[in-house]
């Protein structure tokens, strides 16, 4: 049943106090760790993070190495926190007007700081060493209450008496900018107008690379509406921020949101289960951007923890998870702080549609792996009519693996050409685990597929030419191995035909090796041979290798001619083809290649006689036996 | 089957080589005195007297074997006379099929009251050209009947005869003795000049029938009566391909050339998704009378012998052979799965090739009348093109140059089969003709020439220089087969260098 829990948490959590009375918990979105504060900082403060070994402990008084977390948040203007590094000092600051309450603060980097106030925002630069802030910039307006992305520096401000009017800002490099506003359509509309827009139901994400404003949409049960659903604001820097994306969740009741490797993960409290939607993901039926769950919903795995002491002997209790506290990206239980995970294993058999499969499996963080175990998969079942799925997921993989090789090579291109143009560095292309290049697929699936004896040849055959079409359909280079793994099969197989009709429309493409390989099918396949030197030939590169072929073959004048023809008989070892004459014991054959000779040394070094270096005596010799003295062309003497 | 040919002379009657005589026999099945009919398996025409019968076939029986002791191993080809010439053939053993050819002969009238006096032209045929044309009656016979052995361990002399007899009766019709030349020695193959792309699409094609549809053994893939894909052995796809290329094809392509109210083109109506049809079994599947029988053929004869059902479904100017165990029952079920399964995408892939096809005919520029004419064969794959024969059709098969120029490209392929070295020949003929044959490894290309006044090395360099420019027009032309064909030989064939 495991099998049935896509989602589950991770296993080192981080363990923290509970919150109590003494005990305040808080969290730091921009560095991910939790801080555990007793008696408000007086005892101590814990912080932990999910990637720290150790976590920080420090008290009030004692030193911290740097700027840190600010704890202190009063209904007052007067904000003070404190920083750590000499003896704790404290810096204090007013902020907005007097009557203002302050409704937070955001680190939007480690020296820049903004206050949030019911009646606007304010930037400060923060100079340690002076022990104050410095005002960058500051915009009035009235706050309901707000929302920080940390990933994007990008603060939400809730505005209007209804609180569905958003005015985001963004900040970077000590700028502030405001962004266009935007507003929330609400399900009702209110008489006496109040608040109903709340904090709760909005969330700021980024999602494959693009910022997205999450609003929790609740519908009035006396709707015909089915259920809730989560509306995508898409957030650009440059124009109006556009409704993008509707995520259906078909029931109502208390929700909560995660964004975990690009999908957004809806947990449903009553229900204890999640959704998963992925906004890449199209459903056919709807031009509209909705959709629906990728899986049905399920439960997040449950954990155990290990409890330490003789109570946990036997007994490791599941977590109710649903339960939990619990926010962007990381799911904060009573004690324990946990990144939620994807596992991809149970939404390959929860995933019937292949194609579908492949889409999803290839915008996820850690896919490789599992898309390699799911072509194995898919081959070793031979299910009937399988192809067109292969075809298909083939294409997919190779799409992606095509706009790498595009991306790397106008890279190397910009690169070779130099820094010339303007001084913005040209990236690198990231291979992400997403690009499957055909030596991943040799080694991990094919390789192995060719070697299965329970599946018919025919079917691995078709399946290698689909690997070989689809590459070609994407203009990839295909890789010798993939053609000999294609050679080998024919062969084991006797399919020596077949083989030759794919080299005659040049479905494998011409190279040396292969070439090497045709000739040593020669004995099993005559015709291997005139496969082998045609593609020696087309090669334009292998004239000394078609040269052996044929002398190999007893074909002297053959190979005499065909040297000739592409002019390298000037620089032909004499003795070579002397001896392979003097080896067909044909003695007019040997004549005329030795006559040739003669010539050529006239022509070269104006005597016919060969010079010692050539070790062409032997023959010399042969051929006064064989033919007489007087057959030598006679020395010009002038 | 005398076609009188008007010459230019006062009522001159030239005839040409027509078929005499055509039987099978088996020395072995009359061996006593009396018996000798029984020997006989087919007799063409059936007409004639029994002795006559008996006698022929009896003189034929002695040629061969008293030939036999100057070789054993080669028995005699072919015996030259006169009036006609015959050519014998052991397909199997002690199987003997006889063809007995008149030679071509002009007519010339004499002075009133004389009979017309008769001048046989003995050495106008060419014995490797009709040795081929027997050999292809066998190889044709057994494409669809197995072999005389099968039929004779099934069900004995009476079946054998039988099948001889219903085989080769509508044959021999077909055979057109008079248009036989060097191509019909050769039983080459064309092949569709394709990019590789469009290529793998259709192999793509093939494995996806074949995967979906498991029955299917084997299967053929052509455009324009031209192979693309055989999943036939070679010397079967030979066969096959002459048959659908110079009977089924043509049989069936009135339909398409005739207008859409024809009746003679079939129903398309109600069934707009695609182009698809059946050229072998029903010949509309709408018809509630439709009979799914499909003919059947016979192919890996010397090993595994396998009996199939032939299918040839066509789209467009795409074809499809698909061949299934003939243990198999077809019926409506299995047609109609096909039809839909193939009909669309076979409708889409055609229409593919044909737009690439002019793609790449629009690359090369319009087709220039090139001021010579060859014909090329590859004897290892098969592979063959001729620009000098227009399209073959059931009857004939039109070539553009004169008989008499024919005849040399035969003289001079006869020459070359005597030795394995790679050989040149230069011919001149009359007129300003010149006829030139190379032959280098498995390859051989014969072109002919028109050049007023030019000499044998103008001739030479002429040649030399059309392989290298040939090469590189049909490269453009036709991508990948045609640059297989020539680009080859410009290197691989020499000139000699002594």
Redesign the interface.
């Known amino acids: 049943m495991s099998e049935e829990h896509y989602l589950e948490l991770c296993d080192s959590p981080v363990q923290f106090e509970n919150a109590s009375s003494v005990n305040n918990v808080f969290f730091d979105e921009a560095n991910k760790q939790v801080f555990a504060v007793r008696s408000g900082g007086a005892t101590g403060v814990v912080v932990k993070g999910p990637d720290d070994k150790n976590s920080i402990a420090f008290r009030y008084e004692c030193a911290l190495k740097s700027l840190c977390f600010a704890l202190i948040k009063q209904n007052r203007p007067v904000f003070s926190f404190q920083n750590g590094g000499q003896g704790g000092s404290e810096i204090s600051q007013v902020c907005g007007e007097k009557n203002a309450t302050v409704l937070g603060f955001c680190w939007t980097s480690w020296n820049e700081i903004v206050f949030i106030t019911d009646q606007g925002v304010e930037f400060y630069q923060v100079l340690p060493d002076k022990r104050s802030l410095k005002l960058l910039k500051s915009h009035s307006i009235n706050v309901n209450w707000y929302v920080y992305c940390p990933e994007t520096s990008v603060i939400l401000l809730s505005t209007t008496v209804q609180g569905n009017v958003l005015q985001p800002f963004a900040f970077k490099c000590g700028t502030m900018s405001k962004m266009s506003k935007f507003e929330i359509e609400l399900p009702v509309v209110t008489k006496p107008a109040k608040i109903i827009l709340s904090e709760r139901d909005i969330a700021v994400a980024t999602i494959y690379g693009q910022l997205y404003v999450m609003y929790l949409k609740h519908h009035s049960r006396t709707g015909n509406n089915p259920g809730a659903e989560v509306v995508l604001y898409h957030l650009q820097r440059e124009g109006a921020c556009k409704r993008s994306h509707i995520l259906k969740l078909n029931t109502t009741g208390k929700f909560a949101l995660n964004v975990v490797d690009n999908l957004v993960i809806v947990h449903h409290q009553s229900s204890q289960t999640s959704f998963m939607f992925d906004i890449k993901m199209k459903d056919t039926d709807s031009n509209l951007n909705i959709h629906q769950p990728v899986l049905p919903a399920r439960s997040i795995h449950p954990y155990k923890i290990a409890l330490t002491g003789p109570a946990a002997v036997g007994s490791q209790t599941p977590v109710p998870c649903e339960l939990c506290i619990l926010f962007l990206t990381f799911l904060l239980g009573s004690g324990y702080l946990w990144y939620l995970q994807v596992k991809l294993k149970p939404v390959v058999s929860l995933l019937q549609d292949k194609s579908k499969l492949m889409e999803f499996l290839l915008r996820r963080r850690d896919c490789k792996m599992v898309i390699l175990s799911v072509c194995s998969q898919m081959l070793s079942r031979g299910d009937k009519g399988s192809l067109p799925v292969v075809a298909i997921v083939f294409d997919k993989l190779n799409q992606v693996y095509k706009e790498y090789l595009e991306a790397e090579q106008s890279y190397t291109m910009a690169v070779e050409c130099g820094p010339s143009r303007g001084s913005t560095a040209h990236k690198r292309p990231v291979r992400t685990q997403a690009v499957i290049d055909q030596s991943d697929m040799y080694t991990h699936v094919l390789s192995l597929f060719t070697e299965r004896k329970d599946v018919s040849h025919k079917f691995i055959i078709a399946v290698l030419m689909e690997y070989i079409r689809s590459l070609n359909q994407f203009q990839i280079t295909v890789q010798h191995y993939l053609y000999e793994l294609v050679i080998k099969t024919l062969v084991q197989h006797n399919l020596l035909y077949m083989l030759h009709q794919f080299l005659q429309y040049h479905v494998l493409s011409d190279s040396k090796p292969l070439a090497c390989l045709l000739l040593s099918l020669e004995s099993t396949y005559p015709p291997a041979h005139q496969l082998s030197l045609d593609m020696l030939k087309r090669l334009s590169t292998a004239n000394d290798e078609i040269v052996e072929v044929l002398l190999s073959k007893q074909q002297v004048l053959g190979a005499l001619r065909f040297i000739r023809s592409v002019g390298g008989h000037d620089n032909i070892s004499a003795r070579k083809f002397l001896d392979a004459a003097r080896q067909t014991k044909d003695q007019m054959l040997f004549y005329t290649i030795f006559r040739f000779f003669e010539q050529r040394n006239q022509r070269l070094r104006g005597s016919p006689n060969f010079t010692p270096g050539e070790h062409c005596e032997e023959h010399v010799a042969y051929f006064k036996q064989a033919f007489g003295e007087q057959a030598f062309i006679k020395p010009v003497t002038l | 089957m005398i076609s009188p040919r008007m010459a230019t002379g006062m009522q001159e009657k030239q005839y040409t080589p027509s078929l005499l005589n055509f039987f099978i026999y088996n020395p072995k099945f009359g061996p006593r005195e009396g018996e000798e009919e029984k020997k006989i398996l087919f007799y063409h025409p059936s007409d004639v007297e029994k002795n006559e019968k008996i006698r022929n076939v009896g003189l034929c029986e002695a040629i061969v074997q008293f030939t036999r002791t100057f070789c054993p191993s080669k028995p005699a080809k072919s015996l030259h006379t006169q009036k006609n010439r015959q050519f014998f053939f052991e397909p199997e053993e002690n199987f003997w099929i006889v063809m007995v050819v008149r030679n071509p002969m002009v007519e010339k009238p004499n002075k009133e009251g004389k009979p017309p006096t008769i001048e046989y032209q003995e050495e106008e045929i060419l014995d490797t050209v009709y040795g081929a044309v027997l050999q292809q009656c066998y190889s044709m016979y057994k494409l669809f009947n197995g072999t005389f052995a099968r039929a004779m361990e099934a069900g004995g002399v009476e079946l054998l005869t039988q099948k001889l007899e219903k085989f080769f009766y509508r044959y021999l019709q077909t055979l057109h003795l008079q248009s036989c030349d060097l191509l019909d020695v050769f039983g080459g193959i064309s ?1 569709f000049p ?1 990019d ?2 469009t ?3 259709i ?2 094609f093939v ?2 029938v ?3 549809l ?1 029955l299917i053994k084997y299967t053929a893939f052509l455009y324009n009566d031209q192979l ?4 036939l ?2 010397d079967d796809m030979r066969i096959l391909y002459k048959y659908l290329t110079t009977s089924l094809f043509p049989r069936h392509s009135e339909p398409e050339l005739a207008g859409r109210d024809s009746p003679l083109r079939p129903e398309v109506a109600g069934n707009l998704l695609h182009y698809g049809r059946f050229l072998t079994g029903p010949s509309n599947l709408k018809d509630p009378e439709a009979k799914f029988r499909f003919p059947k053929i016979f192919v890996n004869t010397d090993d595994s012998y396998e009996e199939l059902h032939l299918i040839v479904y066509k789209a467009m100017s795409a074809a499809v052979c698909f061949m299934i165990s003939a243990s198999e029952e077809l019926g409506r079920e299995f047609c109609e799965q096909l039809d839909g399964l193939v009909g669309p995408q076979l409708t889409l892939l055609a229409s593919d090739i044909c737009e690439q096809y002019n793609i790449n005919r629009r690359v090369s520029g319009p087709d220039k009348e090139p001021q010579f004419k060859f014909i090329y064969f ?1 004897h ?2 098969l ?1 063959e093109k001729s620009t000098i024969h227009m399209r073959k059709t059931a009857s004939v098969s039109l070539t553009s140059v004169h008989p008499d120029l024919m005849k040399i490209l035969g003289d001079i392929h006869a020459d070359f089969v005597r030795v394995d070295e ?1 050989e040149e020949i230069i011919v001149k003929a009359m007129t300003d003709y010149w006829v030139v044959g190379k032959k280098s ?2 390859r051989e290309l014969y072109v002919i020439l028109n050049q007023k006044n030019a000499n044998l090395i103008e001739v030479n360099e002429e040649v030399k220089r059309l392989c290298a420019t040939q090469c590189i027009v049909t490269r453009h032309l036709n991508g ?2 045609q640059t ?1 064909y020539l ?2 030989i ?3 064939l ?2 000699a ?2």
């Open positions: 092949f394709l590789k792309m290529y793998l699409k192999q793509s494995n996806r074949e995967e979906s498991s693309i894909w055989s999943g052995e070679q590859n290892m794959n592979a790679d490894d498995q990948y087969t297989l680009a080859l410009v290197s691989l020499w000139n260098i002594i």
